[in-house]
């Protein structure tokens, strides 16, 4: 596609509910990034991929945020047992390799009611 | 914890007026890289400046870096209205490749 895809655009979830959170890269891609962004704030990191490897997920604030991008394309966070804390907005982006330009998605905000 | 400070956090300009955002910074680094983003969407990379440069263009846009003290400054100049967006500073402190920190952010608000 032309950029990177984020679905769904909006979430709102039940307390306690799990959510999925999609992304797109660019086609071919090799690095896949996670932020969260809290409203009014900048975005903070949480994952990263290379292809299917995930090399640093120490942003992941607690064990109920999982992700995974089993073939090296399409990634999926996953956030257990939602909470209000977690409402934000989660970007995804990617880059063709280390040290180049980042291309963000629209990202998805979720509303934890 | 996020490594930028963006000074100020918000900016309210007249369109044809230039726009000085500043940013500072903790730990060494490879570059810095400049993001927009307009209200409810992603974030558009403007710009990144490497650590062994001190000034960059880009169009309307001038990036400078001062290693020494950590910061960086975003100049946008002859500002227009379409400008009104957020503009974030981001560094890796990891060096690797992207998993990048950013400030908090300065809100630019160009008025007609």
């Known amino acids: 596609g032309a950029g990177v895809s984020q679905s769904p655009r909006y979430k709102v979830a039940k307390r306690g509910q799990d959510v999925a959170l999609r992304c797109d890269p660019i086609?071919?891609?090799?690095?896949l990034f996670w932020y969260q962004q809290a409203l009014g704030q900048g975005p903070e990191f949480l994952t990263y991929f290379q292809n299917e490897a995930q090399l640093d997920k120490s942003g992941l604030p607690s064990d109920r945020f999982f992700a995974e991008r089993p073939e090296g394309s399409v990634s999926t966070l996953k956030i257990q047992r939602t909470q209000q804390e977690d409402s934000a907005v989660y970007l995804c982006?990617?880059?063709?390799?280390?040290?180049?330009?980042?291309?963000f998605g629209q990202g998805t905000r979720l509303t934890v009611v | 914890s996020q490594q930028g400070e963006e000074d100020p956090q918000a900016l309210s300009i007249q369109e044809g007026e230039n726009a000085t955002m500043n940013c500072s910074y903790k730990t060494s680094i490879n570059n810095l890289q400049w993001y927009r983003q307009n209200s409810g969407r992603g974030l558009v990379h403007l710009i990144l400046i490497r650590s062994n440069e001190r000034e960059k263009h880009s169009g309307r846009l001038r990036v400078t870096l001062d290693t020494s003290k950590k910061s960086s400054s975003l100049l946008i100049t002859a500002s227009r209205a379409a400008d009104t967006a957020s503009y974030f500073c981001?560094?890796?402190?990891?060096?690797?490749?992207?998993?990048?920190?950013f400030g908090g952010g300065t809100r630019l608000m160009v008025k007609p």
């Open positions: 086609s071919g891609h090799v690095s």
């Open positions: 982006a990617s880059s063709s390799r280390a040290n180049t330009e980042a291309f």
């Open positions: 981001a560094t890796d402190p990891h060096n690797a490749g992207n998993m990048l920190t």
